[in-house]
């Protein structure tokens, strides 16, 4: 078998209070399955996903941690060389919608500014949502106005797979534009690993 080579590797971090549903995001998008009894990520986890854009190779490097304050020693290197971010809130919890903007902070202290996709996952629960589309659009639309970078927002539900691949190919392709956009960078990102 025959190794796959890629033209770019992007890596990723997905960043959200603990229980959101990272872990679930990461899996359904990488292998296309969704497990009832994720365990709580401690530390970080990193999974690999391959994907064409135009006609370029490209790997996804999804860095994703647990999201407790215990950890939080190992932020620097968790961001370090990150090209894309997504921020990850449970709708059916308001307290982790009110930490979204703490983790965009983070991200802006620790890389430059990147491209980030904002989830509202857990769209299944549809009789306990607590947030709003309306609600959610209105926080993208006011980091956006604050964000050098491309900013995008999704509703999904890694359980039914709702607007998965969306969320990650639309964070693939932005990192990609941003690449594009600067080819003195194009060498940094070529072979990286």
């Known amino acids: 078998m025959t190794e796959e080579v890629s033209d770019f590797i992007f890596k990723i971090i997905a960043v959200g209070d603990a229980s959101v549903g990272k872990t679930s995001l990461t ?67 308001e307290k982790t919608f009110k930490s979204v903007e703490k983790w965009i902070s983070d991200i802006k202290q620790h890389c430059d500014e990147i491209p980030i996709v904002i989830i509202g996952n857990k769209k299944d629960l549809g009789d306990n949502i607590a947030i709003s589309t309306e609600k959610g659009e209105k926080l993208f639309n006011s980091i956006r106005d604050k964000w050098s970078k491309s900013v995008a927002f999704y509703e999904a539900s890694a359980k039914e797979d709702l607007g998965v691949s969306d969320a990650f190919i639309s964070l693939a392709e932005s990192i990609l534009e941003t690449i594009d956009e600067d080819e003195e960078d194009d060498l940094v990102f070529e072979g990286l690993i």
């Open 27 to 93: 899996q359904r998008y990488a292998t296309s399955r969704f497990l009832d009894d994720y365990r709580m990520t401690l530390g970080m986890n990193l999974i690999t996903k391959n994907l064409t854009l135009e006609t370029k190779r490209i790997q996804l490097a999804i860095w994703d941690t647990g999201g407790q304050a215990a950890f939080e020693p190992l932020i620097p290197m968790y961001y370090r060389g990150a090209l894309g971010a997504l921020v990850v809130y449970d709708i059916t919890n």
